[in-house]
C-alpha cells in the first residue's frame, strides 16, 4: 500500500462517493419500474491487483446490476499503481521518463432493457506519472436515437463545461466526436458527449472541480432520460436494433477505447475492464 497525497485521497474519495450515489440512482429507478420480477440490485465484487513485480499494486470495486430496467449495469471504481512496462510506459503522458504511476477513477456504462431509453458510458479519473492530470467524459449511446433527447443531453453537458470553462464544450464535444467515431464501420459509436484527456490548466482544484461536475452532470440527467421512456411500449423491430446496435457498442470497446487497452496493459481486473460489454449483441 503506497501512501497517497492530499489530492490523491481527494480524487479517490470523490470517486467512491460519486459511485455510492449513482449505484443508489439506478437502483432507485429499478424500484420505479411496474414490470414484474425483484428489482435489480447491484452485485460487488472488490478484486486486488499485483504489480508487475509481485507486490501490492492497489485495487478496486466492481459493481453490476441485471434487472428490470437496466438489463446490465456496471460501475466499477479502482486505485491502482506501480510501474508501466518499458514499451506501454512510451505511450502514457510522462511515463517515458520514468514507468511508475498512480491512477484512480471510476467507469460505468449502461445498457438498458427498453431500446427506447438510451445506453450510456461515463468515465473519470485521475493519473499521475511525472505529470499530473484528468481524463474522462460522458457521451450518450441511443440504438434509436431521438433529436430532442440528444439535444438535451449535449444541452446538459454544456451548460456544466460553461460554468468552468467557454472553451471546453467545443474543444471537448469535438474530441468526443473524433474518439468515439469506429473507422471500419465508418460511423459514430453514438450521439456525442465530451471526452477529455491530459487535463492539467495548472489549477489543480479548478480541474478536479470540472472533472467532478462531470460526474455530477450524468447523475442529474441520465434518469430523466430515462424516466421519460421507460415505461413507453416496443416492438421486436426495435429491439433487434438495439442488439445490432450493442454489436457496433462492443466492437468499439475492444478494438479502439483506450479504457480497455489501460486496464488490460496494467494488469486490471479483466471482468471489470469488459463489463462494458452488453449482455446480449447480435451481428448480420
Not at 143 to 150: G, I, Q, V, Y
Request: hydrophobic residues 35%; contains cysteine; glycine residues 10%.
Amino acid at each position: 500500500m503506497i501512501e497517497l497525497d492530499d489530492q490523491q485521497q481527494a480524487a479517490q474519495a470523490w470517486f467512491r462517493s460519486l459511485r455510492d450515489s449513482i449505484w443508489a440512482m439506478l437502483e432507485q429507478l429499478e424500484d420505479e419500474s411496474p414490470l414484474p420480477g425483484p428489482a435489480g440490485r447491484f452485485e460487488k465484487r472488490l478484486w486486488n491487483r499485483t504489480d508487475h513485480g509481485g507486490g501490492d499494486g492497489g485495487s478496486g470495486e466492481m459493481g453490476v446490476m441485471k434487472g428490470k430496467v437496466f438489463e446490465k449495469a456496471g460501475v466499477n471504481i479502482s486505485t491502482v499503481y506501480g510501474q508501466f512496462n518499458p514499451d506501454f510506459a512510451k505511450q502514457i503522458n510522462g511515463a517515458a521518463e520514468d514507468p511508475r504511476f498512480f491512477a484512480t477513477g471510476i467507469s460505468l456504462v449502461i445498457h438498458p432493457a427498453n431500446p427506447l431509453v438510451p445506453a450510456v458510458h461515463m468515465n473519470t479519473r485521475m493519473l499521475v506519472t511525472t505529470k499530473r492530470w484528468f481524463g474522462g467524459g460522458v457521451d450518450l449511446n441511443p440504438a434509436l436515437p431521438d433529436a430532442d433527447e440528444t439535444a438535451r443531453f449535449h444541452a446538459a453537458v454544456k451548460d456544466t463545461c460553461d460554468r468552468h470553462n467557454p472553451d471546453y464544450y467545443p474543444a471537448h464535444s469535438k474530441w468526443a466526436e473524433e474518439y468515439f467515431w469506429v473507422p471500419h464501420r465508418n460511423r459514430h459509436r453514438g450521439v456525442g458527449g465530451i471526452f477529455y484527456d491530459h487535463l492539467d490548466s495548472g489549477d489543480w482544484a479548478a480541474d478536479f472541480a470540472y472533472t467532478q461536475d462531470v460526474g455530477r452532470c450524468f447523475l442529474e440527467t441520465y434518469p430523466k432520460l430515462v424516466r421519460a421512456k421507460m415505461h413507453q411500449p416496443f416492438t421486436e423491430a426495435q429491439r433487434i436494433e438495439q442488439l445490432k446496435y450493442r454489436g457496433l457498442y462492443a466492437e468499439f470497446n475492444l478494438v479502439y477505447d483506450r479504457g480497455t487497452t489501460f486496464g488490460l496493459k496494467t494488469g486490471g481486473n479483466t471482468d471489470a475492464i469488459l463489463m462494458s460489454l452488453p449482455p446480449h449483441a447480435i451481428w448480420e
